[in-house]
C-alpha cells in the first residue's frame, strides 16, 4: 500500500474497527473526540518532521521583514507623543 494512503484518519479508523468493534460498537462521544484529536495532533507532528512537496513554503525574509515593520511602527509610536493635552 502506497505511503499516501496510510493516513492519519485511516490508521485511526483501522484502530478503532480492530480494538473498539467500530462501526458496529462505538466508543463515548467523549472517548471517540479524544481519539481523533490525538490523531491529528500526531499527523501534525508528522507534517513538521518531514514537510510534503507541494506544500507552502514560508518566505525566508519573514522574519526579517516582521522585525523590520516592528521598529517601524515603534518609531511611529515614539513621534505620536499623546501626553501632552491640548
Known sequence: ??????SSLLQTL???SAHAGFPAA???????LLVLIAAAAAQEERDAQN???GRPVVDKTFNAQFR??????????????NSAKV
Open 68 to 81: 523590520n515593520y516592528t521598529i517601524q511602527r515603534r518609531r511611529v509610536h515614539v513621534k505620536c507623543d
Open 51 to 53: 514537510p510534503i512537496k
Open 14 to 16: 483501522r484502530w478503532l
Open 26 to 32: 462505538r466508543l463515548p462521544e467523549k472517548a471517540e
Open 1 to 6: 500500500m502506497p505511503e499516501a494512503d496510510t
